[in-house]
């Protein structure tokens, strides 16, 4: 699979494994893959961090990243996963940034990922000096400058780097800020709304989460929280109201996509015990306080927040747009080439449907619906135009005019 920025992600490769091998002073290797050997050890770290953040979760917020072993596995598998997930996010944003600060770097995947989509200053910021020394790493071995910064959230007084950004990033960072209950939503929401003091008018900042169901939701529930506040959306959300997608526990939303999987990524899943084929992440990208929400595009329009659910004799999809999250079904006997597209939507498109009728929770299209694709997930919504101002209810009496004294 190819995608913009495959070859961008090839040449890293040779750079993380060089890094990597460098810091453990264990000499030369083939270039650009691992060997057997180095392949079982690498993926025992691997299936250590899985299980540790994703399924049993108790290393979230522990400092996984200043255990040499852990990571190693992270640079090796975990940096090009999030490096795509980045660049196909960036894909998404009104404008490129050229001025961007990483919180939660790491070892620099998102930082990175922002610097090829065309930043021209970044700073990658952490608590875990071992993370950021193999960002200067990294960098040195690409020839590229990167500042870096030591920040602690959880600390007192923590400061955030000086200056304004363009594009302020968060990769996998905030679900491991203040605990893992409910209780941890406020103040990560609070430091949502430090962190976008910090940037510039036209600018974002953008939130990547792990796609499981608690990491997601709770991405969800702070995004409440600043849509509450008067914060808008860029990305992925249309609706401006109360995310549709909390209603039912059982339901989150996530994005996930195709993507040109290196080889050595491939080869640690398959040690670790586990498939990884697509990318999947939770994604909000948020506008400073006082911008409004991008203009929907005109027209019924819906993103795809689901899989193709096929049914007996029909299509079906969850849509989520400026009317909310709702069933999007197809007869399979309606199907013609205005609206072939249905058939073969992905997560995360942004169609434009006509001829809708109210089935259910949700619409059916009819034998004469249009299926327009406004944008392929990965890429920006062109906004609709910006709507009239709307008219007050009862016009304010006109000032009257001085009636000129009459002659008698
Ligand atoms: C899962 S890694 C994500 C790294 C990178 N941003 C990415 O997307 O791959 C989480 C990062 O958050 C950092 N982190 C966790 N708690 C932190 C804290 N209290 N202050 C600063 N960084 C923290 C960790 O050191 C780690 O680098």
Avoid at 228 to 241: D, V
């Amino acid at each position: 699979m190819s995608n913009a920025y495959s070859k961008d992600l090839e040449r890293w490769l040779p750079r993380l494994i060089a890094v990597w091998r460098a810091s453990r002073g264990k000499g030369d290797g083939p270039e650009g893959r691992l060997t057997p050997q180095e392949v079982k050890e690498v993926g025992a770290g691997v299936k250590q961090l899985s299980l540790g953040l994703t399924r049993e979760r108790q290393l979230a917020g522990a400092r996984y990243m200043d255990d040499p072993r852990l990571l190693g596995a992270y640079l090796l598998f975990y940096w090009p996963v999030s490096y795509a997930q980045a660049r196909q996010v960036l894909g998404e944003l009104p404008n490129r940034p050229r001025h961007v600060l990483d919180l939660g770097s790491g070892p620099g995947p998102v930082a990175f990922a922002a610097m090829d989509a065309g930043a021209s200053e970044v700073t990658a910021a952490d608590r875990s000096k071992p993370a950021l020394a193999l960002a200067l790493k990294l960098a040195t071995e690409a020839g590229e400058a990167l500042a870096t910064r030591e920040w602690d959230p959880l600390k007192k007084n923590a400061q955030l780097p000086d200056g304004q950004f363009d594009l302020i990033t968060m990769g996998h960072v905030v679900n491991e800020l203040y605990g893992a209950t409910d209780e941890a939503l406020k103040p990560r929401a609070a430091l949502l709304e430090a962190v976008l003091t910090k940037v510039k008018k036209g600018g974002s900042l953008l939130v990547m989460e792990p796609a499981l169901r608690e990491t997601s939701r709770n991405l969800l529930k702070v995004r409440d929280l600043l849509v509450e506040r008067g914060y808008g959306i860029r990305a992925p959300c249309m609706y401006r109201g109360a995310c549709p997608a909390l209603v039912k526990e059982t339901d989150w939303c996530h994005a996930e996509r195709a993507w040109p999987m290196p080889r050595v990524v491939e080869e640690l899943a398959r040690t670790a015990g586990f498939h990884k084929e697509s990318l999947k992440m939770s994604y909000l990208v948020v506008a400073p306080k006082g911008e409004a929400w991008p203009e929907p595009p005109p027209g019924k329009v819906f993103r795809i927040v689901s899989e193709s659910l096929e049914g007996k004799g029909r299509q079906r999809y969850i849509g989520c747009g400026p009317e909310g999250r709702v069933g999007l079904a197809m007869q399979e006997r309606h199907r013609a080439e205005k609206n072939e597209r249905f058939f073969h939507l992905q997560r995360g498109d942004v169609i434009e449907v006509t001829d809708l009728e109210t089935k259910g929770d949700g619409f059916a299209l009819g034998e004469t619906a249009e299926v327009r694709m406004v944008a392929q997930a990965g890429r920006g919504v062109p906004p609709g135009p910006p709507k009239a101002p709307e008219a007050p209810a009862q016009a304010p009496a006109a000032p009257a005019a001085p009636v000129p004294p009459v002659k008698p």
